[in-house]
């Protein structure tokens, strides 16, 4: 893919990848990570597209698979209850404590 072919693909898959991804991630931060990975593995695809649905759906599809990808990592499925918490925070220096009061 030339710079200017990518250059226009940005152009009309940027704004649907990056809603897409917000939608599944309801994190914005998340979903421009998504939306670059998913540009980037479009620039260096060696693909051949028949047609430009068919390129529009392989885009989409790599989107929605780097978000289910994203949702699978151990922290983002990591969750800690409240009660296992200390009640005030604990330094290992007086140093951290004072920097910290």
């Given at each position: 893919m030339t710079d200017l072919e990518f250059e226009a693909a940005v152009g009309r898959y940027a704004d649907s990848v990056f809603r897409l991804a917000y939608s599944y991630l309801k994190s914005r931060a998340d979903a421009e990570d998504v939306m670059q990975e998913t540009l980037l593995k479009l620039y260096v695809t060696k693909k051949p597209f028949e047609t430009a649905v068919h390129e529009r759906n392989w885009v989409l599809r790599v989107t929605v698979n780097g978000c289910k990808k994203l949702l699978?990592?151990?922290?983002?499925?990591r969750t800690e209850s409240l009660e296992q918490l200390p009640e005030t925070a604990v330094f290992d220096s007086t140093e951290e404590s004072e920097l910290f009061q």
């Open positions: 699978r990592t151990p922290w983002r499925c």
